[in-house]
């Protein structure tokens, strides 16, 4: 009996624009999948909801969205057969990318106006997520000099900022490096921030410039977990209280690693600033 | 000379924007607009607080990442990229680095504090810095997000090509 109302599902097609036959369980399965991306990729709940709504209206798929800290739920209740489905789908682990975000938010409007079919929409989402990440030595010497500016926005001198920028370029290689090899990313804060920390002292220890305690200060602040912050907030905003505490726990954990690097570094190289 | 501080502040600020932007992978029009915005959002803040007006660092930090707001929802309908994308990179600039310093400073001199009003004194530091840098830093957050919340209908629309 069982097995027959859901063979019986089974055969319950969608039609898009071109008339091709979609099987409805393989859509909602790209919107559990297309949910938990966007998810993993930093987006926020409110988006994620407006942007999976608005492909299940186009599709005129009724379903219900749950965004765990980890996990996407996506729950179904088929009126005929009265039978409820789950979709779960696990956050998958990439790195933010506002490059998938933006793309992803595209498609979904690709897809509400109905310029894409089931097929084409697959085959870009696909492609979207399999996409390369910005070129590593770019990002390393963008940041590096991000991290140089800010020094100089603190009112660091010349020398505290070479300081800085040479403390950031050696510390955020030494990030990629570990996040390629896979390390916890608690314990790559840490070692690289303690790595920052220890060459931003140079000002003290060899007495360079007149600004050394910027320079100690500047040299771990890219590893700050900013955009988790701010998801958090914008959660909290929206009321997706659950997660923002999640954002806001991983964030503030991550800080914490950074802050201990950073004592690790002052204690070895025995700096008298506090 | 005030203005030459002024654009010397944008720049550094811009120049920080582009390359905070550069680790969260956006999409490549997107690094025009985050310095552009990271760099009036700055100085905005330098405005309020080194001209006359002489604001308090939390007051103009709101003010400020409340430009940023608008502005990079404003912005990126051109950019055609969410309004988030801008606001991490504009915002990291201004975070008051020196505050949190402090705090952890009072907070370890009063571990180590052996008479009352040395510790107490410590104790008040760590306080007031703490205070003003989570106040600072939500004001930050707060101002920059609200834009977004205000004109929802607009954010969220702005990877829609009308084609």
Redesign the interface.
Known sequence: MRLETITQYTAQKMTFSNNTPVDVRDAYVFLAEYAAWLLGC???C??IT?NVTRIAEAWNLKTEITIMPSSVHLSVFDNDTKQSFIYLKRKPRT?????????L??L???IS?AKVSFEEARERFNKIITAP??NKW??LV??????M??C???GGDPMAMLIVFVATFAGFRLKQMMLEDGFDDRVVFFVCSFFSAVIGSAGYVFHIGTTPELAV??SV??L?P??P???S??DM??GHYLVSFSRFMGAAMLTFCL?CGL?AGMLLMNLK?? | MFFLEIFQDAFFAALAGIGFASISNPPKQAYKYCALIAGMGHATRFILMNSSLHWGIINASFIAALVIGCLAVLLSSYAKCPPETFSFPSLLPMIPGIYAYHTIEGLVFCLSAQKEELFNHYLYLCASNGFTCSFDILGMVLGVTVPIFIFKKFSFRVTRYYN
């Not at chain 1, 790195?95 to 793309?103: L, P």
């Open positions: 930093g987006a926020t409110i988006r407006k790195g933010i990318s506002f490059y998938k975000n933006t793309r938010s595209e979904s409007w690709a106006d990440y910005t770019l990002v963008l940041t590096s000099l991000a991290n500016s800010f100089r926005l603190f200060g500047t602040l890219y700050v900013g955009i912050y701010i998801n907030l914008s905003l929206d802050s004592a600033i506090f």
